[in-house]
Every structure is written in C-alpha cells, then in structure tokens.
C-alpha cells in the first residue's frame, strides 16, 4: 500500500523560509517522479514544482514561484523537499506532495498524493 506523508508546514512571517518534507513507501521512489501542488482557500489547486526520479534529471517549476522555491530528493531515504525562501502572505496554503511513475514515452498522472500541510505566512 502507497502512503505519502507530508509535513513541515507552519506559521510564519512574510519574508521567512520553511522547508517541507515528504516521505514515501510502499513504492520504488527512485522510479517516481515527485510533486509539490498547492491549494489556497477558495482557489484550485495549482502545480509547484516537481523532480523525475529516473537516471535522466528533470527539473519544474511554476514560473511565478522561480528563484524562491528549490524543490529536492533523497532518495536512499524515499524523501521529497520542498525549500520556500522569501515567502509571501499569498503563499499560503496547503501543500500536496504527489507521485506519479516516470515513463519512458510521454506523461502519466499524479496518481499517490499525500494528506497536505499548512503553510500560513502573515504579514
């Protein structure tokens, strides 16, 4: 059974960083590629960042979230991070770490998704 646990999220003041965690089993994480989604009140979800986990290295970000957010992965420990420097009050959500298998030939779908972590920054 897959399980993806999320966590790290708090409150924080504008301009502070926090880094988010996410821990996989139940999968080959090296096979998977990783993603960070968010999701604001009221709003829908939108896509963060995400890193493939084959032997090629593929690397995405939201352009509005670039040179802010680093996203990373260890995985001889089946781990997902997610480094937010600068943060803004309009960062605030919850964030979703996802995984989907990484394909030879075109895309597949975030198919595991984790429980969500609260980020608050006020200002």
């Known amino acids: 059974q897959v399980q993806l646990v999320d966590s790290g999220g708090g409150l924080v003041q504008a301009g502070a960083s926090l880094r988010l965690s996410c821990t996989a089993s139940g999968l080959n994480f090296g096979a998977f590629t990783m993603g960070w989604f968010r999701q604001a009140p009221g709003k829908e979800r939108e896509f963060v960042a995400s890193?493939?986990?084959?032997?090629?290295?593929?690397?995405h970000y939201a352009d509005t979230l670039k040179g802010r957010f680093t996203i990373s992965r260890d995985n001889n420990k089946s781990t997902l991070y997610l480094q937010m420097n600068s943060l803004k009050p309009e960062d605030t959500a919850v964030y979703y770490c996802?995984?989907?298998?990484?394909?030879?030939?075109?895309?597949?779908?975030?198919?595991?998704w984790g429980q969500g972590t609260q980020v608050t920054v006020s200002s």
């Open positions: 890193l493939s986990g084959g032997r090629g290295v593929a690397i």
């Open positions: 996802a995984a989907r298998p990484d394909v030879v030939f075109g895309t597949s779908t975030y198919r595991y």
